[in-house]
């Protein structure tokens, strides 16, 4: 029965090719992002599985017990490695030390590349494999450098690498010793570049590095690794660990280890894991996602199915004249809704595949494997046998004297309230997505409107690159180009924040500061909400005053104006609030404390003279050359830090249309049906009199009233969702407003009533004579 079904399936789609087509693109549009979450997912799976003996692998993590709090790290101490090589059931043990982001120096500019030290194990223990060069290296020659494929081609093209040298800055001089494969899977531990464990050990003599090799209070910057004989020693392993106990001064240390198997999902409670993949909590939203995409794909192709159930009610009613069951029916039906899920999936994925190449946010790499596989065929059988089911259910109802009789007499659905029902959930879904897509752009929009009059195009930053800056300061200050200088981490993207701790009377707080010139706020002609400016004669040994942002003063203390004048405990030193900043600065509206670091100066802000900027730029470099010749100078103007702000907006422009076009297609279909089961009646009308017009209205009317009902549940939805976001940016330029919900509902509403209307106008123009005849 099933091979029967399936060929009659595959017939009627090929007859009806346009319509099938229709239905396939509906369906792929919706099961995109479906088919780009479950990726993902896979990804997150997948993560750190191309390693051998990944059941043997264990990370060490640090448990920091201080007077407030208990804290597990994912790092550990350097010291912690060498006392567990003597452990007889471990095999291996690999150190990493993370540095971080430093500038190598091109010709092009700076590029900045993630650096580990390492050593010879890291290639024996983990499945990172080498293209070229030997692992030995490492331990043979500290200026050797290692670079992975990607990081290789971003330097130097297609040009060979090994053999080059190349220079960090504040590191040194390197030369390429070895290529390192691209993983074939993500992993928790990411490679750019590897130095050897013995060039960060010459690199803390020289003082550029700071001391960790010895140094057990160092735990948060390295990561020690261990392959044990078995994945049974894991529970002895953690017994030993306990022998590893270290006092520091202000807290203690406690040692425990975790399968390297168990790093991905992502565990919150663990510190210093940044690339450790998506928690639990990321995972099951994505899920519940996909079961939304899954529903919306299914009224699509449902709506666009039941617009030709009357071209199928003779085809129905013939089959089951010659002994067809209505089981036999809804198997074919089924079968043809699971077969167009499936075209639908085939289209999808190389749609999905130029999306994750070309857009670096959705770069991620997994496995092509059976696991995959299934799931996306099961992911489109569900979106297929949940899209199929009630119109196979309606339309196998059909009784053969009704159908062979008077087709238009036929009523899919018995009761109007189902019917309805449908109309109203399509809609809601629809309204939304578009209000929460609305508010996402107005966001864009507003933050983007801010910047513009807040930047003046005028400014040009400089990464200070960790100089002394006055000398520096004072000579691009007497630049005739130049207007004024102002050494702050504020205007400047990314902004440069720091993390301190608020205490005021009972509140602990974790608050983010920028360092700011005193001379900013008079400067760009900022006025202050209460309170007044850095005094002119600021101290730079200790700080005395700062200032804060209206989000921050709320937080801190509820009736905010009371703020200005108290004294907070910020860190370890007293301070006084003495103004209070308005919230909406560049786009700058969570919690945020100004203050007057000297020593945390990361950026010059240089406000030049109109219409010199290739001068001002080209002094400015020949300034900083002499300054500092052995590095580049990495300057840009303030407003070209924002020009993305546009593309995003674009990015939600192009996801309202493609929402639009998935809602058109769904609302088409049951526009089409409902005027077919009405062309009787306005045969009938047009008969007595009506006017095209008045037939258009008295079919357009009922489904605005629809309309209006599924805006009832789709608004709210939507409002929920937009406040989710707020809540999330934590901004107020989030807007629930009126206005944004009204255009994302009017959007919904006219492209529902002009689909309508495309129906409604065919059915006004019926001939009353060809529709009676029959009656």
């Not at 993390?499 to 002609?525: A, C, H, R």
């Not at 006084?576 to 404390?593: F, K, R, S």
């Not at 730029?617 to 052995?630: L, M, R, V």
């Not at 989030?734 to 009017?746: A, C, E, K, Q, R």
Request: hydrophobic share 45%; aromatic share 8%; charged share 20%.
């Amino acid at each position: 029965m099933i091979k029967n079904n399936l060929k009659i399936a595959i017939r009627i789609l090929w007859k009806n090719k346009l319509f099938s087509l229709v239905n396939i693109l509906s369906l792929s549009l919706s099961m995109a992002v479906g088919v780009v979450l479950f990726t993902g997912l896979k990804a997150n799976h997948d993560t750190d599985h191309f390693h051998p003996n990944l059941n043997q692998l264990v990370r060490i993590l640090t448990q920091e017990t201080n007077e407030v709090e208990q804290t597990k790290w994912a790092t550990a101490p350097l010291p912690l490695a060498p006392q567990m090589e003597s452990i007889s059931f471990i095999e291996k043990t690999v150190k990493v030390r993370l540095a971080g982001k430093h500038n190598l120096q091109t010709d092009g500019g700076d590029v900045p590349i993630d650096i580990k030290f390492s050593e010879p194990s890291f290639f024996d223990v983990f499945g990172f494999k080498l293209l070229s060069g030997n692992a030995q290296t490492l331990t043979d020659n500290p200026t050797s450098l290692f670079l992975t494929q990607k990081t290789a081609e971003k330097i130097f093209g297609n040009a060979n690498a090994l053999g080059q040298t190349v220079r960090f800055e504040k590191l040194g001089a390197y030369t390429v010793a070895g290529i390192i494969q691209d993983p074939p899977l993500e992993t928790h531990l990411p490679i750019e570049a590897m130095l050897s464990m013995n060039a960060a050990e010459v690199l803390e003599k020289k003082g550029a590095l700071s001391i960790s090799a010895q140094n057990w209070g160092d735990f948060k910057s390295a990561a020690i690794y261990a392959r044990l004989k078995s994945e049974e020693d894991l529970t002895q392993l953690n017994t030993t660990l306990q022998n590893y106990t270290r006092k520091l001064d202000k807290s203690s240390l406690q040692f425990l280890a975790q399968p390297i198997e168990a790093i991905t999902p992502r565990n919150n409670d663990i510190k210093n894991d940044r690339d450790a993949g998506t928690d639990w909590t990321g995972i099951k939203i994505q899920l519940f996602l996909i079961l939304a995409l899954t529903l919306l794909s299914a009224f699509n192709y449902i709506s666009l199915t039941l617009a030709r159930a009357f071209s199928r009610a003779r085809e129905v009613g013939i089959r089951k004249t010659i002994g067809a069951t209505r089981r036999q029916i809804i198997g074919q039906f089924l079968i043809e809704s699971t077969l167009v899920s499936l075209f639908a999936l085939m289209f999808t994925m190389p749609c999905v595949e130029i999306l994750t190449h070309y857009i670096p946010e959705m770069d991620v790499a997994f496995s092509y494997d059976i696991i995959l596989f299934l799931g996306l065929l099961t992911y489109a059988g569900i979106t297929g046998l949940v899209a199929g089911a009630l119109p196979s259910w309606l339309l196998s109802a059909f009784k053969p004297i009704q159908v062979l009789r008077k087709m238009k007499n036929i009523k899919l659905f018995q009761s109007i309230a189902v019917y309805k029902a449908l109309i109203v959930v399509q809609f809601s879904v629809t309204i939304m997505l578009m209000i929460v897509v609305v508010i996402l752009a107005d966001y864009e929009i507003k933050n983007h409107a801010i910047i513009n009059s807040t930047v003046s195009p005028n400014i040009l930053t400089l990464d200070l690159r960790g100089e002394k800056y006055g000398n520096l300061q004072n000579e691009i200050s007497q630049l005739s180009q130049v207007e004024t200088t102002l050494a702050t981490n504020w205007y400047y993207k990314p902004m440069k924040k720091g993390k301190s701790s608020v205490q005021f009377n009972d509140k602990i707080l974790e608050m983010y500061y920028v360092s700011i010139d005193p001379k900013t706020i008079e400067t760009e002609g900022i006025s202050l909400k209460s309170g007044q400016n850095f005094p002119k004669n600021m101290p730079q040994n200790t700080e005395q005053y700062v200032l804060v942002n209206e989000a921050a003063a709320k937080v801190i203390e509820s009736e905010s104006e009371t703020l200005v004048g108290q004294t907070l405990l910020l860190d370890s030193a007293y301070v006084q609030v003495i103004g209070i900043m308005p919230n909406e600065i560049i786009g700058e509206t969570a919690p945020l404390l100004y203050r007057y670091l000297p020593n945390e100066i990361a950026t010059l802000t240089i406000k030049i003279n109109p219409n010199t900027e290739l001068e001002a730029t080209k002094a400015i470099q020949s300034i900083w050359e002499n300054h500092f010749p052995e590095k580049t100078a990495n300057l840009q103007n303030l407003k070209d830090g924002y020009s993305s702000i546009g593309d995003r907006i674009g990015f939600f422009g192009g996801l309202a249309l493609i929402v639009m076009i998935i809602a058109g297609l769904g609302i088409l279909g049951i526009a089409s049906y409902s005027v077919e089961t009405r062309v009787k009646e306005l045969g009938i009308r047009k008969v007595l009199g009506a006017s095209n017009k008045e037939l258009v209205w008295i079919v357009t009317k009922s489904f605005g009233i629809l309309i209006l009902i599924a805006g009832l549940i789709g608004v709210p939805a939507g409002l929920f969702g937009g406040d989710l976001i707020r809540q999330d940016l934590g901004s107020s330029l989030v807007d629930l407003s009126f206005i944004n919900v009204s255009i994302g509902f009017g959007l919904v509403a006219i492209v529902g009533l002009l689909t309508v209307l495309s129906q409604t106008i065919r059915a006004a123009h019926v001939e009353p004579v060809k529709i009676l005849k029959a009656e």
